[in-house]
């Protein structure tokens, strides 16, 4: 083996709680990242919502306690019906206060996220970070794997280790190059996202809401800001303009349209995303591995996208330190790949395509009952902790755990 560090692609948050926890164990890694300090904190609005299961994993590499005051806790979250608009059930987390030392949700966007471990990363003495950098290729054999890396000058930097983990996202060249298979399907239609200065809580909304409707659908979220906002989600069509329904007018009369208020909204963006349910064929072929949306991406309906990459990177870190500083045969990567591999595909993708047809159901006898579910769910205690246990992601966890 020519280096006995690890590899990673990508400073996303999946990728720099993979640096934080093996660094943090005694593994080397470098850590490649194609955007620089100056455009790093600039990237669309995407995840925040962080599990409980997730915030424990965060405790464990100091990484919570950074977050917490830059966002906030939010113990409920509600679905509703639009006609009227009509709360159908309201969860606690509360009712998890046994199972976790975290009986919430906190509410705090991805980039701060990302913000806080970079900084965490770059003063970890065992952690490399190349910015500005961007990953091209790589090759592997029986004793290591060679990184091929463009500097924004042009240089080509050649980066030796042990593993090479991909963690840079949907478009991995890792998965490419490997010809894994990203089997699934994409939705036609797009999700239109609107960031806008609006207390919705006077209407009786909690801070994160899904909201059902056949035609007009919605998910209305509180984030801390600056400045403090809530972000809504809207179906569109597939042949709509993006021009035309990201216009200001026609931002404003999809809000005014969901909630009625005198004089505009105050829009402060606006972007339109599509929506992959895909999970890779493998995430392990010899020394490269894939975590985070490398490996799986789905509908954010429920914020499980970046929550199951982080869980990943958890579990790999911990297999990654039993081989290189504790001599375990390499074999244990397969049982990284069972059982994150089944996770992604029999929790994280059932549950998120579930969610989106539950909002979007058409037919009315599936919608009454869908509604009935949920309340009966909500009104009885030990219903409500499993339905939370298993949307809080601690239910996925110990499931993984089990898998060998
Ligand atoms: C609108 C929206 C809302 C969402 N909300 C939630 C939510 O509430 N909760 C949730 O859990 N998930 C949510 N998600 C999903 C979540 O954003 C992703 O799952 C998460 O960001 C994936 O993290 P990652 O680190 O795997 O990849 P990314 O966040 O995509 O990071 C990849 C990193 O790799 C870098 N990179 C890419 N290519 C290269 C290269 N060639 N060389 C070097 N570096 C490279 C990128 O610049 C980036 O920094 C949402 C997604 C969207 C679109």
Redesign the pocket.
Known sequence: MTSNQVVI?????????LALSLTQSGVPVTV????NDAN?LD?????????PA?LEMFDRIGLYEKIESRGFRAPLFHYWDRGGPKLLAEFDHALLRDDTKFPYVLQCE?IKI?EEALALARREPLCTVMMD????SFTQDANGIVAV?QTADGDEVRIEGAYIVS???????VRRDLDIDFEGFTYPDR?L?IEVVHDFRQYGFADRNYISDPDEWSNL?RWAGPPERW?V?FPTDPNDDPNEVTKLEALDARLQAFMPKSGPYDIRGS?L?T?HQRVAACFRKGRALL?????H??S?I?????????H??FNLADKLVSILNHHEDDIVLDRYDRQRRKIAVDHTQAQTIRNKRLLQERDPAVRQKNQDDLKRTASDPKLARQFLLRTSLLQSVRDAAKIQ
């Open positions: 692609i990508g400073a996303g948050p999946v990728g720099l709680c490649v990242e194609t955007l790093f990237q669309v609005p995407r995840a925040g919502t962080n599990h997730t991805r990302c950098t961007t990953f091209v890396a963690a840079e996202g949907a478009r991995s060249i999700t996202n979220f972000r989600h972007n995303y929506v975590v985070g949306d490398s490996a991406v789905n954010p429920g914020g499980m996208g970046m929550n199951s990459g982080i990943d990177a």
